[in-house]
């Protein structure tokens, strides 16, 4: 059984940062490309970013190309979003999850998802 645990959210000033990550056990990691996800209330789970199963390859939504930056540790079965220039309106619960589809900016390729951490960037 896949679980995904993502941890590292938190309250933070417009202009600071975090460094979420999430591990994962119940698959072979390295086998697998990974996604960060983001939704707030009211609106519905958007993509942030996703990296393919080396690490070789990024991919992020356009809002966040330059401040975010995804990364992963194959050995310690782990992936991290590095949040940067944080700005009020990426506060959010942030979900990883596991791509078994083609389409990397899809949610619909997208599934084991973890529970999810609360990212709160106050003005």
């Known amino acids: 059984q896949v679980q995904l645990v993502e941890s590292g959210g938190g309250l933070v000033q417009a202009g600071g940062s975090l460094r979420l990550s999430c591990a994962a056990s119940?698959?072979?990691?390295?086998?697998?490309?990974m996604g960060w996800f983001r939704q707030a209330p009211g609106n519905e789970r958007e993509f942030v970013a996703a990296?393919?199963?080396?690490?070789?390859?990024?991919y992020y939504a356009d809002s966040v190309k330059g401040r975010f930056t995804i990364s992963r540790d194959n050995a310690k079965n782990t992936v991290y979003l590095q949040m940067n220039s944080l700005k009020p309106e990426n506060t959010a619960t942030y979900y990883c999850?596991?791509?078994?589809?083609?389409?990397?900016?899809?949610?619909?390729?997208?599934?084991?998802w973890g529970q999810g951490t609360q990212v709160t960037v106050s003005s």
């Open positions: 990296i393919d199963r080396s690490g070789e390859s990024t």
């Open positions: 119940g698959l072979t990691f390295s086998n697998y490309g």
């Open positions: 999850a596991v791509k078994y589809g083609i389409n990397y900016f899809s949610r619909t390729s997208y599934a084991s």
